[in-house]
């Protein structure tokens, strides 16, 4: 059973919110995602997906703060999903003190790099915006264990895709986590370039 082995924190909150028995696809894949592999993650809408990122996130973590730098990046495609992810992730981390920050285009980039400089555990922006902090030195990736993308599909647009791969050559050695419904070729292009190795989980 994949929760008996999260955090006590963890475990905690699930059985304040009922969530007792994981979906197919959380018992495939919450055990491949904390061996630290790459993973692609399919799986049809309504499956799990979101909550798995949240668990395995702060099992990475250790539901603990450490340092200043980010130690997971989440990539989504918008400023609602990056609020709506950001509300997700808040209602998790309120037994622990993680610090979670929410990252979009309609923030002016300075007062982010300052908020994000003060100290985040977990960034979750959309793919433009992170790449404008990486190119201004305003994200640093010193202490980046884990790099997620939520829904993953809007990669297959070429802006986002290109800053992706922009994004992906500032990062040093780290576990990436894809999420989609479907395994579109140009998400498994990933493969060549940062996700070696990687693990595809289907359900």
């Known amino acids: ?3 008996k082995k999260l955090h006590p924190d963890i475990q905690e909150k699930l059985e304040s919110l009922e969530i007792i028995t994981p979906t197919s696809f959380q018992r495939k894949s919450i055990p491949v995602i904390k061996s630290g592999a790459n993973v692609f993650c399919t799986a049809s809408k309504g499956s799990g997906k979101t909550t798995t990122l949240i668990l395995t996130t702060l099992q990475k973590l250790k539901c603990e703060v450490v340092g200043n730098a980010p130690r997971a990046i989440i990539l ?4 609602d999903r990056a609020l709506e992810l950001y509300d997700a992730f808040s209602s998790f ?3 622990n003190s993680l610090r979670v920050y929410a990252s979009h285009e309609h ?6 790099r300052s908020e994000i400089f003060v100290g985040v555990d977990i960034l979750i922006s959309t ?11 305003g994200v640093n990736t010193s202490q980046l ?8 599909e809007f990669l297959v647009q070429q802006s986002a895709y290109a800053a992706l791969m922009s994004i992906s050559e500032s990062v040093k050695k780290c576990q990436y986590v894809l999420y989609s419904e479907k395994m579109n ?3 498994k292009r990933f493969e060549s370039y940062f996700m070696e190795h990687s693990r595809i989980i289907t359900a």
């Open 107 to 112: 923030l002016h980039i300075d007062m982010q």
């Open 127 to 137: 793919p433009k915006t992170l790449n404008k902090l990486f190119l201004l030195n």
């Open 145 to 152: 264990m884990m790099f997620s993308i939520d829904d993953a």
């Open 93 to 95: 981390a309120k037994y």
């Open 185 to 187: 070729p140009k998400l």
């Open 1 to 3: 059973m994949p929760f």
């Open 76 to 79: 989504v495609e918008n400023k």
